[in-house]
């Protein structure tokens, strides 16, 4: 199983940014998928899921900003991230358990006030 998280990047407040994770080796469109982050400093932390048929939940920090979806079709999971603000700064993972924990590379979102 591969997850090839991209589209982060560096943004000043109140910008946006849309993260990708692609998934390979895996039975995409059964699986939960989850965003994470980790801020230097801090535990890593979920910030929002998504199940295989299209629930979604979300940390309270980024409720109506940020907004996971899914497209099984390109096996890609996605987080747009609206309104962002200094404290979403952080390295962001994409993750799905298939068969077991599964982990993307991480990108790096930086957002400057």
């Known amino acids: 199983v591969q997850l090839q998280a991209s589209g982060g990047g560096s943004v000043q407040a109140g910008g946006s940014l849309r993260l990708s994770c692609t998934a390979s080796?895996?039975?995409?469109?059964?699986?939960?998928m989850n965003w994470y982050r980790q801020a230097p400093g801090k535990e890593r932390e979920l910030v929002a899921a998504?199940?295989?048929?299209?629930?979604?939940n979300y940390a309270d920090s980024v409720k109506g900003r940020f907004t996971i979806s899914r497209d099984n079709a390109r096996n890609t999971m996605y987080l747009q991230m609206n309104s962002l603000k200094p404290e979403d700064t952080a390295v962001y993972y994409c993750?799905?358990?298939?068969?077991?924990?599964?982990w993307g590379q991480g990108t790096q979102v930086t957002v400057s006030s």
């Open positions: 993750n799905g358990y298939y068969r077991r924990d599964n």
């Open positions: 998504i199940t295989s048929g299209g629930s979604t």
């Open positions: 080796g895996m039975t995409f469109k059964i699986t939960t």
